[in-house]
C-alpha cells in the first residue's frame, strides 16, 4: 500500500506560483503513474495532470496547459508540480493520486490518494 503526503499548497495572488509536491512512503513508487487531481468548492475533482512510471509521458488538462508542469524525482519518491501564471480560477484543494496504469490515473480511477492541499489564488 502506497501513502502519499502533498504539500507545497498556500495563498498567492494572481500571476505567482507555487511547487507541490506528492512525497510517497515506498521506494515502489516508481512502478506507479501519479497524477494531480483538484476540488474547487461546490465543484466535482477534476484532473490536472498526470505522468508515467518512468516520466517520460505526461498529459495535462487543457486549463493548465503551459502553466503547470508535473515531474518526477525517482531517487527522492516524490512527484511535483509546478504552478504558474496562477490565476483565481486554480483555487482548490489539490490531491496526488497514484496507481499502477496511467491511462486509468488519467482517468481518475485510482487506487491511493493523499489528503490534499490547499491553494488558494487571489485576485
Known amino acids: 500500500q502506497v501513502q502519499l503526503v502533498e504539500s507545497g499548497g498556500g495563498s498567492v495572488q494572481a500571476g505567482g506560483s507555487l511547487r507541490l509536491s506528492c512525497a510517497a512512503s515506498?521506494?515502489?513508487?516508481?512502478?506507479?503513474?501519479v497524477g494531480w487531481f483538484r476540488q474547487a468548492p461546490g465543484k466535482e475533482r477534476e484532473f490536472v495532470a498526470a505522468?508515467?512510471?518512468?516520466?517520460?509521458?505526461?498529459t495535462y488538462a487543457d486549463s493548465v496547459k503551459g502553466r503547470f508542469t508535473i515531474s518526477r524525482d525517482i531517487a527522492k519518491i516524490t512527484v511535483y508540480l509546478q504552478m504558474n501564471s496562477l490565476k483565481p480560477d486554480d483555487t482548490a484543494v489539490y490531491y496526488c493520486?497514484?496507481?499502477?496504469?496511467?491511462?486509468?490515473?488519467?482517468?481518475?480511477?485510482?487506487?491511493?490518494w493523499g489528503q490534499g492541499t490547499q491553494v488558494t489564488v487571489s485576485s
Open positions: 493520486a497514484a496507481d499502477s496504469d496511467y491511462y486509468t490515473v488519467v482517468a481518475g480511477i485510482v487506487g491511493y
Open positions: 515506498q521506494r515502489t513508487f516508481s512502478n506507479y503513474a
Open positions: 505522468i508515467s512510471r518512468s516520466g517520460g509521458t505526461t
